[in-house]
């Protein structure tokens, strides 16, 4: 499983200490966008504390003009409302849909919840079709569970 093999590091990531969750959510970025071929942009959006936004705390891969994004709007968006997993086989074939490469054709967006709020997501682009399933479901929910426990 090309997920298990992270999980020793992302663990080592979470795990160190003296450095802020913010420098370790942008290692995780990094790791992921690195280690999975299919993973060509990796990004963390979290909630605002009053606004109905979502705000790019953290991104690997090429940078994207969508560092704001109102609640409801993209597959991002509507992530920050319904609370669900979000697994896009074609982007394309989405009305809601926030284009940020010409290249991306399948996307993930996974919410993060810490006291049963949903505070953010990470939102993985892919440029080739169909690149997600539940295994990334599961380890995706599982790092959002490690990142929340310590903001
Ligand atoms: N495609 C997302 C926008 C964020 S970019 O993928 C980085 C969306 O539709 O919400």
Not at 28 to 34: E, K, N, Y
Not at 36 to 46: E, L, R, S
Not at 50 to 77: M, R, S, Y
Not at 129 to 146: K, V
């Amino acid at each position: 499983m090309k997920t298990d093999a992270l999980k020793p590091q992302v663990s080592s990531i979470i795990n160190q200490p003296d450095v802020v969750i913010k420098d370790k959510m942008q290692a995780i970025c990094d790791l992921l966008q690195s280690a999975i071929a299919t993973y060509d942009w990796v990004g963390f959006y979290m909630a605002h504390e009053t606004e109905p936004t979502l705000h790019l705390w953290n991104q690997a891969g090429e940078p994207t003009d969508h560092t704001v994004i109102p609640f409801g709007k993209g597959i991002c968006g509507q992530v920050a409302v319904s609370n669900a997993n979000f697994v896009v086989d074609d982007v394309h074939a989405q009305d809601n849909y926030i284009a940020c490469s010409i290249h991306v054709k399948s996307e993930i967006v996974i919410p993060m919840f810490k006291n049963a709020k949903n505070i953010g997501q990470i939102d993985i682009d892919s440029n080739t079709a169909n690149a997600f399933n539940q295994e990334d479901e599961r380890f995706l929910e599982w790092i959002n569970q490690l990142v929340a426990a310590q903001l």
